[in-house]
């Protein structure tokens, strides 16, 4: 049985930092894509940031630019998002997505992704 397994998230004050981290766990995704979305209050899931198999590209929604960085670990089967000089703009469930399809490239569509996380809450306050 295939999941992902989020963590990391939490309460911080707005400027702060945090690291996600998403534990693969039934099958390996070394040579998959992989993603992180977001779903605040009221709002519908929106994407993040995704990197490919490689980790050599990745791919930011414009409002992470420059204060998010995706990277993995293939060793361990793990993705982790960066996050810096939070905003409260950012409070969201953030959860961790794959593609199950090889080598593919990375991908802002939720539709792209075949596994998800269940979300780690993030709070920022300000």
């Known amino acids: 049985q295939v999941q992902l397994i989020e963590s990391g998230g939490g309460l911080v004050q707005a400027g702060g930092s945090l690291r996600l981290s998403c534990a693969a766990s039934?099958?390996?995704?070394?040579?998959?894509?992989m993603g992180w979305f977001r779903q605040a209050p009221g709002k519908e899931r929106e994407f993040v940031a995704a990197?490919?198999?490689?980790?050599?590209?990745?791919y930011y929604a414009d409002s992470v630019k420059g204060r998010f960085t995706i990277s993995r670990d293939s060793a361990t089967n793990t993705v982790y998002l960066e996050m810096n000089s939070l905003k409260p703009e950012d409070t969201a469930v953030y959860y961790c997505?794959?593609?199950?399809?090889?080598?593919?490239?990375?991908?802002?569509?939720?539709?792209?992704?075949?596994?998800w996380g269940q979300g780690t809450q993030v709070t920022v306050s300000s």
């Open positions: 990197i490919n198999w490689s980790g050599i590209v990745t």
């Open positions: 039934g099958r390996t995704f070394s040579r998959s894509a």
């Open positions: 997505a794959a593609d199950k399809a090889p080598y593919s490239g990375v991908s802002f569509e939720l539709h792209d992704y075949d596994y």
